[in-house]
């Protein structure tokens, strides 16, 4: 699999809420329930832009 890095610019609004979904990711996978979780509980309160990039 080639590899690659994810670079991300994000403004958050709700810096509690923002922590909430820190906690909640991290032993959470992209494609999994438990990030789904975790991405609902960031949706609300960020904006943001990801890129993948080759690596």
């Known amino acids: 699999m080639p590899k690659g890095y994810r670079v991300a ?3 958050v609004d709700d810096p509690a809420a923002s922590e ?4 909640a990711n991290a032993a ?3 494609d999994s329930p438990e990030y789904r ?3 609902a509980l960031r949706d609300p309160v960020t904006v943001g832009d990801i890129t993948t990039v080759e690596g």
Request: aromatic share 24%.
């Open 20 to 23: 909430a979904y820190r906690t």
């Open 37 to 39: 979780s975790a991405k």
């Open 28 to 30: 959470a996978f992209y």
């Open 9 to 11: 610019h994000v403004d």
